[in-house]
């Protein structure tokens, strides 16, 4: 099996993708976006980065470039598809997810560890810990606000297809641990399918012992799911 | 500004005739105080730059500097000698000498005009440099200097620069991990952005900006050239006119960081296949400076067609295409058989790539649409420039005045003090921990990134410190390096090497240039004491304005290695005695405040510290203690003083209660001595012995379990905790936010 991880003009955190998942011991390599996805992918990592510079908006570009078709019929064929930060608004932006992440509340970027309440356990993602599990993980963007018309979120919630939150140190949903203002405090939401799944925070930042926390490696378990 | 009257009539001797205009363009340019290092050059030999594990020193676009490494640290020399010939012939990249490169740049002038810009063109200029010897940049440092925060200008510029870094650094991928802020009146009319690079390769990899053979190409990749940024080099060499923000406007170039993680990949396509024998970056000067230093270096010429520049406006003219210092621009030399693959890898990344001419054995010339615009021997152009000597003056000596204040009353106005306060407003913008390197984040004394390569821990610090230098140029500047050092020490790592960026005022005033020539020699004298060889930097002359000079800034970035990535936090933790090292200050003399934070907050003058006998066996020994299992936190103590540092390692779990005994309560916490350290030890016997004789250690208190903070000093008590601490650390944050 391989994990395909997309490498779009100004991805940054692809190889950072690809060495987290060597320490996980998940075979992936970088695939730059023109040469188009390999036949043999078992797996898709949108990484984190400025696809395009962000120019005209984040993740609008590279969401309508000719690989995103494949991606979004791989993930139609229930190949699982992991959008991080970058990715994760590409994620929004090609329809693979509901919603979007837009311009912080505070207007600035923001590198900073959070806190996530895990929301669902029987999902690919999070099979490794238990609901209202809290996770720390770090988010570093300017765009992360969850935003999404009060109808849709009202049915996304009603089809338990929020996969994280921010929530507090003891998993409270407060204000104060919402970094960005994110509507629900959503921090990372599923799409049609569970193999699908987009989120802020940086997973690949938290799980190389060697420099920290290692928290977010049960998320990126969850591409080895077939 | 154009070319003064006694240089052109060097120019006129050496080419028998008349310069063209674009010929006097380049001279006036890369002749220029920011090019040639005119008043500069004859006051940096004071540096010592050697060392065994430097590779390649002044002079080239970064330094190089070889890593140790910690991967067969457990083979002994038998097996590893085995090893190696067994792996004879079938070398891998674990086999090779991993290399870091380092590199240091001011972007002053254009950070005043114009701040986003100005700073973010800052960063993607010595990232470029990092690219120039085949390297991939895996860090940044930033030190920053601005006027009093409290004024609105202050704080639109430090709004700026801190925004236009976060947006190139973010962009391109590249960690900021470490620096500095402060803020003094001198630097309202000229802040200071000086940004430090940090690359890594290994020796196969190694690209230098030396032209290797004539009839080799010369191959210019990146964006398209525009009209931006004409005549950079000289506007950084003169005083900023009260108008910059208006009239200078256009010598400011505009940063495109897509276009700049572009170039970053495509150079690393670049050096994977090995189609590069030399490279520069266009930096001051444009192309002009770019190609003929490249020749230059290696003793060559080079022949250039101008019109083949690939161009993003209409109807430029030759000075114009020559000079223009367009953003995300490098120049390659590359082979005749190269240069399809080149192109391709180019085109790969959407960057415009031209074949401008190629290396000869003549001068350095250039033509357009056949018509020859310059030729002259590149070395004259490059090296030329004759050097200024100066007149110095000495700085007067300091007259001790010192306010007397409540100690509760100082320690809130130096703990507030927008540069003692935290910087976290600043950091959090930056992405640190992209690369997936960073263990020691930003916020701590220094940075730690793991270099797997090697198996070696890299620990960061950058800074300088405005007070100190105002105070003493000469001590102020040896306690910049001594208090980088003690930083890295503090998270366990011993000092590489370094870089500096040294910022002054007009050397043409005498008092100026003293100052000058004393940051200059008291930080070659301290770095050489620790033996730091310093390996490359910067220098920003005519910091100048309306509103005076600014102090002589020295800024240092110095990085060490440590045999894991892990450090001991700054924090203090729940168990284990509290004790000060390396505190000279309570001698028959008395503490001495000079340069202090407390003076700055209540006006007064001191004589700077004395600085310790043997600061380089310090710094060894704190490295050791702080690796050692019985260590539970170490916080170096420097800027605010003892008082500061204290409230920095309390948390709302874990507070201290220290007592002190001396006669001098506001010397004893707010003198600025550096080369001192807080240890918290379950084995306070080890840590006495581990520091050489002389080096005084004390014990200071131990942890409460309540978040408070209790000083007792002669009689006094100061008594705070974790919130207030933080609510008065917040100063930055709770004005911007």
Redesign the interface.
Known sequence: MTVSIIRF??S??D??AE??LSHLEIDAEIV?H?DGLPAETTGIVLP???S????LRAGAMAARSPIMAEVRDAAADGVPVLGVCNGAQVGCESGLTDGAFTTNE?A?????HVYLRVERDDTPWTEAYDEGEVLEI?I?H?EGRYEIDDDRLEELEAENRVLFRYCDEDGELTEDANPNGSKHNVAGVLGDRDSVAVLMP?P??VT?P???GTDGQGVLRGLESV | MSLADSDRELVVEELGRDPTPAEAALFENLWSEHCAYRSSRPLLSAFESEGEQVVIGPGDDAAVVELPSNSDADVSGDDRESNREANAGTETEADKSVYITMGIESHNHPSYVDPFDGAATGVGGIVRDTLSMGAYPIALADSLYFGEFDREHSQYLFEGVV?GI??YG????VPTVGGSVDFHPNYEGNPLVNVACVGLTNEDRLVTAEAQEPGNKLVLIGNGTGRDGLGGASFASEDLAEDAETEDRPAVQVG???AE??LIEANEVLVDENLIESARDLGAAGLGGASSELVAKGGLGATIELERVHQREPNMNALEILLAESQERMCYEVEPDNVDRVREIAE???LGCSVIGEVTDGNYSCSFNGETVVDVDAYFLGEGAPMNDLPVEKPPEPTVDRPETDIKEAFEAVLSSPSTASKRWV?????????????VPPGDDAAVM?I?ECETGLAISSGAAPNWTSADPLEGAKAIALENATNLAAKGATPLAAVDCLNGGNPEKPEVYGGFKRIVDGLAEMCSTLSIPVVGGNVSLYNDSAAGPIPPTPTLAVVGTKAD?EAPPLAAESNGELMLVGDLGNDADGYRLGGSEYLAQFSGSDRFPELPDAPDSFVEALAAVADDDATRAVHDVSHGGLAVSLAEMVSPDVGLEVSLSSDDPVGALFHEQPGRALVQTTDPDAVRDAFPDGTPVVSLGAPTEDGTLTIEISEKTLETDAAEIRTLRRTIEREL?
């Open positions: 003009g100004g940054n955190c190889r950072d060495r987290a730059w023109e984190g980065g400025f395009y510079g962000d120019y505070s600035r970027f923001q590198c900073e770090p570093a300017g940086h690949e930042r190389l060697d420099i920290g | 925004e976060s947006h973010n962009c391109i991928g495109d960081p897509y993680k572009l790969r990344f959407d950091y959090q913008q930056y992405d640190h921990e992209v690369g997936a390197r960073t263990s793991a797997r990535y936010e």
